[in-house]
């Protein structure tokens, strides 16, 4: 088993994810078999119950997991399938020491965060890494460790210690570390002092930085890589200029001409490992692709614009899977994507006494838009902007996607202003418990007093239902296929005592769970595009295959629908059952 350590220094949000993500892609269009392991020094046990506003989105993958968006990026560029142990938290780590301490496993001796913290730490790197995470149900030969935050903070300390720890027993060609620095520009001048100091401070730790990755507006200086080689102690060869690109995914593609593959070859002695020339003909022709789909993004003319119409807008991280889902089908649909970020709030009458303009850009934004998109989210703020943007979409007829909450809010809209249903029924139990008759009620399995990994979560089956080989979307995943699988999260679900009266309206349920009591996708059958889905597709999106339901909703947009179902043939998943590729909107908590 080989590991590249990517770990940062001066600042975070440094990029360490995308570079992590780049690499293991380089190494998988060698042929190699890739895994990867994200490190997050924080105390949660999972991402579960972060706030969207303050951390960004919560990913959720196949097993439930709720872990952090990183693991999307891994997922998305590396075309696997991770699980809730693919993330590790300082959190997860002192729950497992202290269980065994309890236990009795530590009997008659004195618990440290040396030996024992760190033991656990390398222990579960060395299991998580032998994984299968891809169809070849084989171990992977590298694993990529991104370490969270910057080398320095006091409570990443314990997965340094333990990372130069598993550095120290392995054979020098079995580990390589790649330190992310930035590069600031004062005056004119690129400054190297903040990459010396960070690389002193790593090397002081214990580490030892093979390459040194450094993130900066414009390419290097000669004499910028020169002071870097020196005061870092790497050769010049072994300084990465990762310069803002036109788009993250000709990331791979700057570091690959930089010769990234034959740094890790030689570092990691590559070449002698057995690689499968089915796997090297697999990853030639997926950089083929990728390098044909990415390259010339920036010369796009022809636009698709959408409006987000959402509640968590003060990170830009709240909705990456998302946005990631609609930069995917954009560039299978050639079209440069403009996002449009609407409040929900904003469209609100209570925004229109306080703040007019607000209001009125909110609304023209709306009004103008060739798609509207709702995400997912928690609690009632805000939602009634939702149904306001559902009630413009479904009238006139706009392409429309609702993403969990945004098919709740597509419901409750028609149920409101086509069936009749009063106030409050026509709501959801979770903007207001007093009253059950709700046409959005809660689930059996939802914990009220419990919030932490008690929604429906995880990859789970919807079956498309008689007589809907009409819909849009079904012949985007493939006619053939009767079921689909995507990934989940959420507490709340369409009250199954209003079905017969919303479908007789002419709102039909055309995708339900295995019992068919729970309404997973919604679709108008005489609408551009009008559908919602109680899953979030984003989760299972990726570069190279587009979520279905973003694909139809992007094209739908740009006035190109029937050719992309025309070229669609649907996906097979295992068991023969078709398997999404989108992603989740990674929303938290009742915020």
Same mark, same amino acid.
């Given at each position: 088993?080989?590991?590249?350590?990517?770990?940062?220094?001066?600042?975070?949000?440094?990029?360490?994810?995308?570079?992590?993500?780049?690499?293991?892609?380089?190494?998988?269009?060698?042929?190699?078999?890739?895994?990867?392991?994200?490190?997050?020094?924080?105390?949660?046990?999972?991402?579960?119950?972060?706030?969207?506003?303050?951390?960004?989105?919560?990913?959720?993958?196949?097993?439930?997991?709720?872990?952090?968006?990183?693991?999307?990026?891994?997922?998305?560029?590396?075309?696997?399938?991770?699980?809730?142990?693919?993330?590790?938290?300082?959190?997860?780590?002192?729950?497992?020491?202290?269980?065994?301490?309890?236990?009795?496993?530590?009997?008659?001796?004195?618990?440290?965060?040396?030996?024992?913290?760190?033991?656990?730490?390398?222990?579960?790197?060395?299991?998580?890494?032998?994984?299968?995470?891809?169809?070849?149900?084989?171990?992977?030969?590298?694993? #990529?460790?991104?370490?969270?935050?910057?080398?320095?903070?006091?409570?990443?300390?314990?997965?340094?210690?333990?990372?130069?720890?598993?550095?120290?027993?392995?054979?020098?060609?079995?580990?390589?570390?790649?330190?992310?620095?930035? #590069?600031?520009?004062?005056?004119?001048?690129?400054?190297?002092?903040?990459?010396?100091?960070?690389?002193?401070?790593?090397?002081?730790?214990?580490?030892?930085?093979?390459?040194?990755?450094?993130?900066?507006?414009?390419?290097?200086?000669?004499?910028?890589?020169?002071?870097?080689?020196?005061?870092?102690?790497?050769?010049?060869?072994?300084?990465?200029?990762?310069?803002?690109?036109?788009?993250?995914?000709?990331?791979?593609?700057?570091?690959?001409?930089?010769?990234?593959?034959?740094?890790?070859?030689?570092?990691?002695?590559?070449?002698?490992?057995?690689?499968?020339?089915?796997?090297?003909?697999?990853?030639?022709?997926?950089?083929?692709?990728?390098?044909?789909?990415?390259?010339?993004?920036?010369?796009?003319?022809?636009?698709?614009?959408?409006?987000?119409?959402?509640?968590?807008?003060?990170?830009?991280?709240?909705?990456?899977?998302?946005?990631?889902?609609?930069?995917?089908?954009?560039?299978?649909?050639?079209?440069?994507?403009?996002?449009?970020?609407?409040?929900?709030?904003?469209?609100?009458?209570?925004?229109?006494?306080?703040?007019?303009?607000?209001?009125?850009?909110?609304?023209?934004?709306?009004?103008?838009?060739?798609?509207?998109?709702?995400?997912?989210?928690?609690?009632?703020?805000?939602?009634?902007?939702?149904?306001?943007?559902?009630?413009?979409?479904?009238?006139?007829?706009?392409?429309?996607?609702?993403?969990?909450?945004?098919?709740?809010?597509?419901?409750?809209?028609?149920?409101?202003?086509?069936?009749?249903?009063?106030?409050?029924?026509?709501?959801?139990?979770?903007?207001?418990?007093?009253?059950?008759?709700?046409?959005?009620?809660?689930?059996?399995?939802?914990?009220?007093?419990?919030?932490?990994?008690?929604?429906?979560?995880?990859?789970?089956?919807?079956?498309?239902?008689?007589?809907?080989?009409?819909?849009?979307?079904?012949?985007?995943?493939?006619?053939?296929?009767?079921?689909?699988?995507?990934?989940?999260?959420?507490?709340?679900?369409?009250?199954?005592?209003?079905?017969?009266?919303?479908?007789?309206?002419?709102?039909?349920?055309?995708?339900?769970?295995?019992?068919?009591?729970?309404?997973?996708?919604?679709?108008?059958?005489?609408?551009?595009?009008?559908?919602?889905?109680?899953?979030?597709?984003?989760?299972?999106?990726?570069?190279?295959?587009?979520?279905?339901?973003?694909?139809?909703?992007?094209?739908?947009?740009?006035?190109?629908?029937?050719?992309?179902?025309?070229?669609?043939?649907?996906?097979?998943?295992?068991?023969?059952?078709?398997?999404?590729?989108?992603?989740?909107?990674?929303?938290?908590?009742?915020?």
């Amino acid at each position: 088993m080989k590991y590249v350590l990517v770990s940062g220094g001066v600042i975070s949000g440094v990029g360490k994810g995308i570079i992590a993500s780049s690499a293991g892609l380089l190494l998988k269009t060698m042929g190699l078999k890739v895994s990867s392991i994200k490190i997050d020094p924080y105390l949660n046990v999972d991402a579960g119950t972060m706030n969207p506003r303050e951390h960004g989105e919560v990913y959720v993958l196949d097993d439930g997991g709720e872990v952090d968006l990183d693991l999307g990026n891994y997922e998305r560029y590396l075309n696997i399938t991770l699980t809730r142990e693919n993330n590790i938290t300082l959190g997860k780590i002192y729950s497992k020491v202290i269980e065994q301490e309890r236990r009795g496993d530590y009997l008659g001796k004195t618990v440290q965060v040396v030996p024992h913290i760190t033991g656990c730490i390398e222990e579960w790197i060395e299991r998580v890494a032998r994984v299968p995470v891809d169809d070849t149900a084989e171990e992977p030969d590298v694993c #990529i460790i991104e370490l969270g935050g910057t080398v320095g903070d006091i409570e990443g300390m314990p997965f340094v210690e333990a990372l130069a720890e598993l550095r120290r027993n392995l054979p020098r060609d079995d580990f390589m570390q790649i330190h992310v620095s930035y #590069i600031p520009v004062v005056h004119g001048e690129q400054k190297t002092k903040p990459t010396q100091m960070a690389a002193k401070a790593v090397r002081s730790a214990g580490l030892i930085p093979d390459l040194i990755a450094c993130r900066c507006e414009k390419p290097l200086e000669q004499a910028t890589i020169d002071k870097i080689a020196r005061f870092c102690q790497v050769p010049n060869p072994h300084v990465l200029a990762v310069r803002d690109m036109p788009s993250t995914y000709q990331v791979p593609i700057l570091l690959s001409e930089q010769n990234l593959v034959p740094l890790m070859t030689t570092t990691l002695q590559l070449d002698r490992l057995p690689i499968s020339p089915a796997l090297q003909q697999s990853g030639a022709h997926t950089w083929e692709t990728w390098r044909a789909l990415t390259l010339g993004l920036q010369h796009l003319h022809e636009t698709v614009e959408i409006v987000l119409v959402g509640k968590y807008l003060e990170q830009p991280d709240s909705y990456l899977s998302v946005t990631k889902s609609l930069e995917h089908a954009a560039m299978r649909c050639r079209r440069k994507l403009v996002i449009k970020y609407v409040d929900a709030e904003h469209l609100e009458p209570a925004t229109l006494a306080t703040d007019a303009a607000a209001f009125y850009k909110a609304r023209h934004d709306l009004s103008t838009a060739k798609g509207i998109l709702i995400p997912g989210g928690f609690g009632g703020r805000g939602t009634e902007g939702m149904i306001a943007a559902a009630n413009w979409a479904r009238e006139k007829k706009v392409p429309y996607l609702g993403i969990c909450l945004g098919m709740q809010v597509a419901v409750i809209e028609f149920a409101r202003n086509v069936c009749g249903v009063p106030l409050p029924q026509a709501s959801s139990a979770e903007f207001d418990a007093d009253d059950e008759d709700r046409v959005i009620v809660s689930m059996p399995e939802h914990h009220p007093g419990k919030l932490g990994g008690t929604m429906r979560l995880g990859l789970r089956a919807t079956v498309w239902q008689p007589d809907t080989e009409w819909s849009k979307l079904r012949a985007l995943y493939g006619l053939q296929s009767g079921s689909v699988n995507e990934r989940h999260r959420h507490r709340y679900e369409v009250n199954p005592a209003y079905i017969e009266r919303l479908q007789g309206q002419g709102l039909e349920f055309i995708g339900k769970d295995e019992t068919g009591v729970r309404m997973e996708v919604v679709e108008l059958r005489e609408h551009p595009w009008f559908v919602g889905v109680q899953f979030h597709p984003e989760y299972l999106s990726r570069v190279l295959e587009p979520s279905k339901p973003y694909l139809g909703f992007i094209s739908a947009a740009a006035g190109m629908l029937g050719s992309v179902i025309g070229g669609s043939g649907g996906e097979r998943g295992v068991n023969g059952h078709g398997r999404g590729h989108g992603l989740v909107n990674g929303d938290k908590m009742a915020y």
